[in-house]
């Protein structure tokens, strides 16, 4: 009995420091994506020329993906069982890593605004001054009908909802 013990304590330990290296924090985890990757040309792809990219990090967030998938559930009762438009839209702002660990929260004010495209949000991403890194997300943003779930100009998408949105990719430029 004493060595099942010893062996399930290695284990568990083995399994605590995989997941340190990993990047797993309660949760959460945050993979730098290759550049030669199929996800980097995706996000390149999305950011076409706004800004060159540094690097793209993959968001996984179980506590925040959970949150979505109820809030994109209820929008689908919501439309009669119908298919939920999905957009993959941009927000850039300096506490994006914050916002890829904790999700996005009611205190961003009378809604979320994210942009179609990168550019259109890119003067809100600095920390520092000219020259430091600059910070976008890509979002998947349950959108549902518009004037009942979201307001959408054609180029900006407002959500009232924290959990309507999951950023998806944390972008370094």
Known sequence: MASS????????AGAAAD????????????TEVPQNGARFAY??????DSFHIKKVFKIDNNKTWAGYKQVRERIFRECGKQWVCEKRLFLCTPDAKTVAETGFTAAMGSGIVFSVLPNQCAGFSRQGGAGSDAYALLCRVAVGHQGRHSQDSG???RVMNDQQAYPRYLIIY
């Open 43 to 48: 996000v390149k792809c999305k950011v076409a």
């Open 155 to 157: 180029t900006q998408v």
């Open 5 to 12: 013990l010893a062996s399930s304590s290695a284990s568990t």
């Open 19 to 30: 997941n340190q290296k990993y990047g797993w924090y309660d949760g959460f985890r945050l």
